[in-house]
């Protein structure tokens, strides 16, 4: 249980609104403009409390400079229950808009699987190739479900 200090230097049980205002609020500054990505671990628990428990299936893009300063976030598409169109040409305006250098594709499952589907490995080959001509690496392509699964973590990531 969290407890928080009041006015009067009393602790009380936080409530679960006040506990999910003060997480958004940190989600929020892990993606500001800026904010240094320093490993996968940290990609994987902010876009993973981003995506997991919507009701239909995001696809998201984490946009990032050279150094892998975040230049923006963005929930690119939005399907149905266990599909979401993605349209490539959108990514690349988007990369090229926010002269983006590396890019981490997401997407969620909100049936709570996180295995990457044969379509999520052909997706990510697709964009890693449209991308490459454009000079934007892929660092990874995180499967949002009840867990968070990297391409990276399981070798699936195409050459950039």
């Known amino acids: 249980m969290l407890f928080v200090k009041d006015q009067d230097g009393e602790y009380h049980p936080a409530t679960k609104k006040l506990v999910l205002t003060e997480a958004n609020k940190l989600m929020g500054y892990q993606f500001r403009r800026g904010a240094l990505i320093l490993s996968s671990e940290c990609a994987k628990a902010v876009i993973g409390c981003k995506l997991r428990g919507k009701q239909c299936e995001v696809f998201a893009c984490l946009f990032l400079d050279s150094k892998h300063r975040v230049l923006a976030f963005k929930e690119m598409f939005t399907g149905t229950i266990n599909a979401t169109t993605v349209h490539p040409r959108e990514i690349v305006k988007e990369a090229l808009q926010l002269n983006a250098e590396a890019i981490i594709l997401a997407h969620n499952h909100p049936s709570g699987g996180s295995e990457p589907s044969s379509q999520d490995i052909s997706l990510t080959s697709t964009l890693a190739?449209?991308?490459?001509?454009?000079?934007?690496?892929?660092?990874?392509?995180?499967?949002?479900?009840?867990?968070?699964?990297?391409?990276?973590?399981?070798?699936?990531?195409p050459e950039n």
Request: glycine share 6%; net charge negative; charged share 25%.
């Open 129 to 157: 190739s449209i991308l490459k001509v454009i000079d934007v690496r892929i660092l990874d392509h995180l499967v949002v479900g009840d867990e968070v699964t990297a391409f990276s973590d399981l070798g699936l990531l």
